[in-house]
């Protein structure tokens, strides 16, 4: 059984008699849990086969229970594990053949402390640029200009990684304060600073001979990129005189 958004199910059962809800209904039902959610991307998930409603002969869309429930279950792996599409709807259809499967998960953190990736779990790394724009709810122009910036970069493929969906979320919400991309250049640089400062200190345990110590050097990039950013944060706050949650 797929885990219902909060207030779900009840709440949009009673929309219709029939029990079915209109795509408006089912968008407030669905921002109880989802303040982003749009209309849009409901239509896109359910263009991208996320989701079946049925249609009225008048062509309009009718979701049942089990639909809003299925929106949900999308929308919450999209947003705890920055999953793409494809991934979740292969994960969606094994659970619904009665299936047992793990849930793929990408690094990811919350706060300031990393969140553990199960052991020998599959990963997903990469998303696409159209699924990345309906993560953020962005246009492609919005994007252009970030990449302008250099806040988020394609890698080789065209692809994005995990984190890009993190910092387009973060890009939005700096946005509803008045803060502009372009402001952002300065926190890049910043960052780009502090990566460079943890590559400087592993690079000798990368070029070692010994390939355990090589495979040491990653633990090590994480170990130090955690600290960088806990002290960044620190910094921050002691300069602003607030202290955060």
């Given at each position: 059984m797929l885990q219902t958004p909060s207030g779900g199910a009840g709440h949009g059962a009673a929309a219709t008699d029939s029990g079915l809800m209109s795509i408006g209904t089912v968008l407030n039902v669905l921002r109880d849990e989802f303040p982003d959610i749009t209309i849009s991307k409901i239509r896109f998930l359910e263009s991208e086969g996320l989701v079946e409603p049925q249609r009225t002969p008048a062509g309009y869309r009718k979701f049942s229970a089990h639909d809003v429930e299925r929106l949900g279950h999308v929308l919450r792996m999209q947003r705890d594990h920055y999953l793409p599409l494809k991934v979740i709807r292969e994960h969606l259809d094994a659970m619904e053949r009665g299936e047992?499967?793990?849930?793929?998960?990408?690094?990811?953190?919350?706060?300031?402390?990393?969140?553990?990736?199960?052991p020998g779990?599959?990963?997903?790394?990469?998303?696409?640029?159209?699924?990345?724009?309906?993560?953020a709810?962005?246009?492609?122009?919005?994007?252009?200009?970030?990449?302008s910036?250099?806040?988020?970069?394609?890698?080789?493929?065209?692809?994005?990684?995990?984190?890009?969906?993190t910092v387009a979320s973060l890009v939005v919400q700096l946005?509803?304060?008045?803060?502009?991309?372009?402001?952002?250049?300065?926190?890049?640089?910043?960052?780009?600073?502090?990566?460079?400062?943890v590559d400087q200190v592993v690079a000798p345990l990368k070029r070692h001979r010994n390939p355990q110590t090589r495979a040491h050097a990653e633990a090590r990039t994480k170990?130090?990129?955690?600290?960088?950013v806990k002290l960044h944060a620190a910094l921050v706050q002691s300069a602003l005189g607030v202290r955060l949650p």
């Amino acid at each position: 059984m797929l885990q219902t958004p909060s207030g779900g199910a009840g709440h949009g059962a009673a929309a219709t008699d029939s029990g079915l809800m209109s795509i408006g209904t089912v968008l407030n039902v669905l921002r109880d849990e989802f303040p982003d959610i749009t209309i849009s991307k409901i239509r896109f998930l359910e263009s991208e086969g996320l989701v079946e409603p049925q249609r009225t002969p008048a062509g309009y869309r009718k979701f049942s229970a089990h639909d809003v429930e299925r929106l949900g279950h999308v929308l919450r792996m999209q947003r705890d594990h920055y999953l793409p599409l494809k991934v979740i709807r292969e994960h969606l259809d094994a659970m619904e053949r009665g299936e047992a499967v793990r849930l793929p998960t990408v690094g990811r953190q919350r706060g300031a402390e990393p969140v553990a990736e199960p052991p020998g779990g599959p990963t997903a790394a990469r998303i696409g640029r159209d699924e990345l724009l309906v993560a953020a709810g962005i246009g492609e122009q919005e994007l252009k200009e970030w990449e302008s910036y250099g806040l988020i970069a394609p890698l080789a493929d065209g692809a994005y990684d995990a984190e890009a969906v993190t910092v387009a979320s973060l890009v939005v919400q700096l946005g509803r304060f008045g803060i502009e991309p372009r402001h952002l250049r300065v926190m890049k640089a910043a960052a780009d600073r502090e990566a460079g400062l943890v590559d400087q200190v592993v690079a000798p345990l990368k070029r070692h001979r010994n390939p355990q110590t090589r495979a040491h050097a990653e633990a090590r990039t994480k170990e130090l990129a955690g600290l960088a950013v806990k002290l960044h944060a620190a910094l921050v706050q002691s300069a602003l005189g607030v202290r955060l949650p």
